[in-house]
């Protein structure tokens, strides 16, 4: 099972960006897609899921400003990002669960992160 996650770089606050998450190796129509974001000294943090049937579940903090989306077809979840913060800046996983959820403990495959920078 392999999640390669992209699309992070460097952008000014106020900016966008657009994470995509690709998995392979698993029933990817069965299975839920987090991303969750760690930052330095800090703890990981749960940003937003989509499920198998496509419901989605957001952090407060990103509610409005970040849209978690899912393609069937290319086995890809995107999470475009915009308004973008400083406090957004961390390194960014995507990871794959049977069900929704915040909780990073009930994922079972993690990606490798992909780095978001956002000066300001």
């Known amino acids: 099972v392999q999640l390669q996650a992209s699309g992070g770089g460097l952008v000014q606050a106020g900016g966008s960006l657009r994470l995509s998450c690709e998995v392979s190796?698993?029933?990817?129509?069965?299975?839920?897609v987090g991303w969750f974001r760690r930052a330095p000294g800090k703890e990981r943090e749960f940003v937003a899921a989509?499920?198998?049937?496509?419901?989605?579940y957001y952090s407060d903090f990103v509610k409005g400003r970040f849209t978690i989306a899912r393609d069937n077809t290319e086995r890809t979840v995107y999470l475009p990002m915009i308004s973008l913060k400083p406090e957004d800046a961390a390194v960014y996983y995507c990871a794959a669960s049977r069900g929704i959820s915040a909780e990073g403990r009930f994922y079972e495959y993690w990606g490798q992160g992909t780095q978001v920078t956002v000066s300001s």
């Open positions: 989509v499920g198998w049937d496509s419901s989605t």
């Open positions: 190796g698993l029933d990817f129509r069965t299975y839920a």
